[in-house]
């Protein structure tokens, strides 16, 4: 599976961007889908998970509440509608796939990565 992020950008505090992240190469529904972020000097993170028809998300505490996962597998594309904006939300957004229907945390357990999409928020 190929993976290409988009969306990216600046944006001011309180702001909002929506990522999307379109597959190909593979039948995107087979693979339940993540975003995770890397801020400079910091170790790659969990930001929110969807499962396979988009039934169960998960999302990590700095995201709930802000951050939205869904995906249209008409379209093989998964997005991540990110409001309410705030500094620290700053790195370099990663979609990925993993086999399997639930929804992981985990980074070891998805096995394609799209290139990144840089989001940098001002105060």
């Known amino acids: 599976v190929q993976l290409q992020a988009s969306g990216g950008g600046l944006v001011q505090a309180g702001g909002s961007l929506r990522l999307s992240c379109a597959a190909s190469g593979d039948t995107f529904g087979r693979y339940s889908m993540g975003w995770f972020r890397q801020a400079p000097g910091k170790e790659r993170e969990f930001v929110a998970a969807i499962s396979l028809a988009g039934r169960y998300t998960s999302y990590d505490d700095s995201a709930k509440g802000r951050f939205t996962i869904s995906r249209d597998n008409t379209k093989n594309t998964v997005y991540l509608q990110m409001n309410s904006l705030k500094p620290e939300d700053t790195a370099v957004y990663y979609c990925?796939?993993?086999?399997?229907?639930?929804?992981?945390?985990?980074?070891?357990?998805?096995?394609?990565w799209g290139q990144g999409a840089q989001v940098t928020v001002s105060s």
């Open positions: 990925a796939a993993a086999r399997g229907g639930w929804t992981t945390a985990a980074l070891a357990e998805y096995i394609f």
